[in-house]
């Protein structure tokens, strides 16, 4: 099978990271006992794009990724274009077009990557599963709503919640939480304060808890759940959390890992009518853009997640085991204490497969 995949750099270590990743998709392509290719198709929106033509992705953009088996994308923004313009002009613009409903963000940590918890002697493997298509990105709200000008402005960002798109994405979380060792889901809420769309959650959660008895469940508030991703990690397994928390999270979650240049994401339509897009959970990362030092560990891991929705899973363990054997070499980027390059990571995970 040869997969047909929409290759969206975007800007800054977006570029960087998705040719590593594709470089090591196409080595265990090659390398696989299945009988799988990559054709690839770049696509070269972003801030580049933006600067000639207005706009972050052709008007046509949807269509043009949508007979693709999966996109995988590298992250947007820049100094030229404010970041909700560039963020909303494209990838969550792919994320709601083409209804990406769930957002997976795995925590796994790495042999011999030192992290802040490493002296806890935690072993710790989560997965963050974000609700991707409203809460508090449904882009509702406006500016200058009060009409009495400057000095007086008052806008509105208004959250979304829907019975369905809670039900569909904790439905999702409690299938993933039944297929892993410790069958466990935490739900992340904040119903104290926001007493409308988080007490929906709620509801739905614990009405949705009678189907999976299987499932060991509790519910926590999000900023207790900050606190408790630090201080008690080995008490979470699968995590279902709103657009903005499970955002917050996953980062805190990554960073604990070690780096946010390690954490990979699939942006899944999990009933399959639009492809699915993968990618790291980082940003452009301007600081380090241009210099051949980013992580492409996040990048290489979401090309995993891809493999796994495209039906291979035996290369996607493969994959995570050569990551694994890099990083246990000590080939880490200076992200993580280390001296490598992007290329040497790369090489690296290349002389594992
Ligand atoms: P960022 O994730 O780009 O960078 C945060 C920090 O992490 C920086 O110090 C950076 O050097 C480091 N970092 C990130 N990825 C790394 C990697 N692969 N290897 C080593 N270090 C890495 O977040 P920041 O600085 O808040 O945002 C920069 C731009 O990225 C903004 O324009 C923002 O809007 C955009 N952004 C885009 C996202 C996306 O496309 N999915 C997600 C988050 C931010
Ligand atoms: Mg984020």
């Not at 969206?8 to 594709?22: L, Q, S």
């Not at 923004?77 to 795995?106: E, F, K, M, T, Y």
Request: net charge negative.
């Amino acid at each position: 099978t040869t997969y047909d995949i929409a290759l969206v750099p975007g800007d800054g270590v977006g570029g960087e990271v998705v040719a590593a990743g594709r470089e090591v998709l196409d080595a265990v392509a090659r390398t696989s006992d299945a009988d799988i290719g990559f054709a690839w198709t770049t696509y070269d929106w972003g801030s580049g794009y933006f600067a000639e033509h207005g706009r972050m992705m052709p008007e046509d953009g949807l269509d043009l990724l949508a007979p693709h088996d999966a996109i995988y994308f590298g992250a947007v923004g820049s100094a030229q274009v404010p970041d909700h313009v560039s963020l909303w002009g494209l990838r969550l613009r792919i994320c709601q077009g083409l209804d990406q409903w769930a957002n997976v963000r795995p925590v796994r940590f790495l042999p011999n990557v030192p992290t802040p918890l490493r002296t806890t002697g935690a072993d710790l493997d989560w997965v963050v599963v974000r609700e991707n298509s409203e809460g508090e990105y449904a882009g509702l709200g406006g500016r200058n709503l009060s009409g009495r000008g400057p000095g007086n402005e008052v806008a509105v960002q208004t959250s979304l919640f829907t019975e369905k798109g809670c039900e569909r994405i904790m439905r999702y979380a409690f299938e993933l939480a039944r297929t892993r060792p410790r069958r466990r889901l935490t739900s992340v809420t904040k119903s104290n304060a926001q007493q409308y769309g988080m007490v929906l959650w709620d509801e739905v959660f614990t009405r949705l808890r009678a189907d999976y008895p299987d499932v060991e469940t509790d519910s926590c508030l999000v900023d207790a759940m900050a606190a408790r991703f630090v201080l008690r990690p080995a008490s979470l397994d699968v995590i279902v959390a709103s657009n903005l928390n499970a955002d917050i999270l996953s980062d805190l979650g990554s960073a604990m890992a070690g780096s946010l240049g390690l954490a990979a994401s699939a942006n899944l339509d999990p009933e399959r009518r639009h492809p699915s897009m993968f990618e790291p959970v980082h940003g452009s990362a301007p600081d380090i853009a241009g210099l051949g030092v980013a992580n492409p560990v996040g990048a290489i891991e979401s090309g995993a997640l891809m493999l796994e929705h495209l039906g291979q899973d035996a290369d996607a363990a493969r994959l995570r085991r050569a990551v694994d054997a890099a990083a246990a070499a000590g080939v880490l980027t200076p992200d993580l204490g280390g001296t490598a390059s992007t290329a040497d990571v790369v090489r690296a995970v290349l002389d594992h497969l």
